[in-house]
């Protein structure tokens, strides 16, 4: 038996989620049917409306609606401190719990070599440049403590050494549970990491 089309591509787009099995997919398509049109049309709307209008900040390369996102703006933030990331979720995570004012840096992924992924690839070299223009006094390395997230550090701070900048390297303190990712941790841990940062050796 076979269902009917709508539900079927509906089940086959729910699948290519992050996390999603066939029966979970399923199961939100069937959920969907289930709604009031009005609401399946609001949700719809949500996911075609998703891609414009947003764009990359020029500076950080967060997502944001203008060319340059309200924490790179906001002039009551340490502009001397830039706390790199893997992904817009994780500012979002640190930002949650309120006890950084510096800046981020968002790299959009790690060095995956099983995956095609290079350094060319991730918001890098933009890094190092913004750094070069900016009076930046402390880098915190607060990628996730995956074997490609310690890969990805060790690459930006041997760049970083290469340059021979007058500024701190600094990752994220003890507490982050291996293999653990920034934007699962809770709010406690994320703040004991932030302020346990130690030098980057
Ligand atoms: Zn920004």
């Given amino acids: 038996m ?3 089309k709508q539900i079927q591509d509906l089940t086959e787009a729910f ?7 066939p029966k979970s997919a399923a199961r939100l398509a069937f959920y969907l049917l289930h709604m009031p049109e009005p609401e399946v049309k609001k949700f719809g709307e949500a996911v075609l409306n998703l891609k414009s ?3 990359l900040c ?4 967060n997502f944001c609606e203008t060319e340059v996102c309200e924490i790179c703006v ?7 401190i830039i706390c790199v990331v893997e ?3 994780d500012v979002f995570s640190l930002e949650k719990v309120g006890k950084y004012n510096g800046l981020y840096h968002v790299l959009h992924g790690v060095i995956d070599p099983l995956h095609n992924i290079g350094p060319e690839e991730l918001y890098i070299e ?3 440049s913004r750094i070069a223009g900016e009076q930046v006094s402390e880098i915190i390395l607060a990628l996730n403590p995956t074997m490609e997230g310690e890969a990805t550090a060790m690459f930006i701070a041997k ?5 021979s900048y007058k500024l701190k390297v600094t990752r994220l303190g003890m507490g982050m549970p291996t293999g653990g990712d920034i934007q699962y941790a809770d709010e406690t841990t994320l703040s004991r990491a932030l302020e346990g940062r130690r030098d980057y050796e």
């Fill in 53 to 55: 209008g947003i764009q």
């Fill in 159 to 163: 760049k970083l050494q290469a340059k």
């Fill in 74 to 80: 906001d002039d009551r933030r340490n502009q001397r």
């Fill in 126 to 128: 933009s890094l190092v």
């Fill in 15 to 21: 699948e290519r989620l992050p996390g999603v099995g």
């Fill in 87 to 89: 992904t817009p979720l």
């Fill in 2 to 4: 076979t269902f009917p």
């Fill in 58 to 61: 020029s500076v950080c390369k």
